[in-house]
């Protein structure tokens, strides 16, 4: 038999033997790690001039956890403490790490509890790098998707929208943030930049309705602001603002609903009209 085959077999059969007996002796077993939280300064002690590079290390850390949940059974849940607290002291070696700061607000976000976790993250990275429209838009997002929290989730797409080179692809969703969160200037300022780009005629139609309907909200709402400036409370019902003399009339929605005073949310808000019972 040829030498060159013979060592193979050899060379194989060795191999599988090993394999084997480390399978048996040291069984492959997965056990959660043990994850800590360095101390900054202690960390920034240890690292010297590589401050680049130790939240290079710590972030890989955090990336690998969080993506090995794909492949781990369930009881291997994701721990949303050390991550985030690890990803603030990555930000903190690296003032400057945008894609740690994107990462945090996007990638780590794994439940609801998680987006107030990565509020913190966010807000230090828009600070350090407010030419970035990237972080205030994912900041924006959670407090629409996850916190509900529409007002505040407007506020950020606005100024998400209106930094330079900003695309339009998420104007749509400011205009409904900022619709459900009472923002109604934010909503016209995004509506009035979607109908720059629309050129189907029908559609335009509708979103001047849609415009007209926003244009009334905000009339209303600084009615009611100055109702409540005036007579120190809210209006009760919008026919006080007539009554009072701030506006002439309520004016018709054109899309056919109603303006009502919501006096939980304190603002303007449309609803259907109640058709009456046959």
Same mark, same amino acid.
Request: proline share 5%; net charge neutral.
């Given at each position: 038999?040829?030498? =060159?085959?013979?060592?193979? &077999? ?21 056990? #959660?790690? /043990?994850?800590? /939280? ?49 990803? #603030?002291? /990555? ?7 945008? =894609? ?8 780590? &976000? ?12 966010? $807000? ?6 407010? *030419? ?6 994912? @900041? ?7 916190? $509900? ?21 998420? @104007? ?10 009472? *923002? ?21 139609? &509708? ?7 926003? +244009?009334?909200? &905000? ?20 026919? +006080?603002?007539? =009554? ?13 609903? =109603? ?9 303007? /808000? ?9």
């Amino acid at each position: 038999m040829n030498k =060159t085959i013979l060592l193979a &077999i050899i060379f194989y059969l060795a191999a599988v033997s090993i394999n084997f007996a480390g399978s048996r002796i040291y069984p492959a077993v997965l056990r #959660d790690s /043990v994850r800590i /939280v360095p101390d900054s300064g202690l960390m920034d002690l240890l690292c010297l001039d590589h401050r680049g590079f130790a939240a290079d290390c710590l972030f890989a850390g955090v990336i690998i956890h969080s993506g090995s949940l794909m492949w781990k059974p369930m009881e291997f849940g994701f721990d949303s403490k050390w991550s985030f607290k690890t990803m #603030d002291l /990555v930000t903190d070696l690296d003032p400057k790490y945008f =894609t740690a700061y994107l990462f945090s607000g996007m990638g780590l &976000i794994h439940s609801f509890d998680d987006a107030e976790l990565a509020k913190p993250i966010l $807000e230090k990275g828009i600070k350090n790098l407010p *030419e970035r429209w990237e972080l205030l838009f994912w @900041l924006g997002y959670d407090h629409y998707a996850y916190l $509900e929290d529409y007002e505040t989730a407007a506020k950020f797409l606005l100024e998400a929208a209106q930094k330079p080179g900003a695309p339009g692809r998420f @104007l749509a969703l400011l205009l409904t943030a900022a619709q459900r969160g009472g *923002e109604y200037q934010a909503a016209q300022w995004a509506l009035l930049n979607i109908m720059k780009t629309t050129k189907d005629e029908t559609t335009r139609k &509708i979103y001047r309705k849609k415009l007209d309907q926003i +244009e009334n909200l &905000i009339l209303l709402q600084q009615a009611s602001g100055n109702f409540r400036i005036t007579h120190n409370r809210s209006p009760n019902r919008l026919d +006080e603002l007539v =009554t009072a003399g701030f506006i002439k009339n309520i004016p018709q929605d054109p899309i056919g609903m =109603t303006y009502e005073w919501d006096p939980e949310k304190l603002r303007v /808000v449309t609803r259907k009209i109640k058709q009456p019972r046959p």
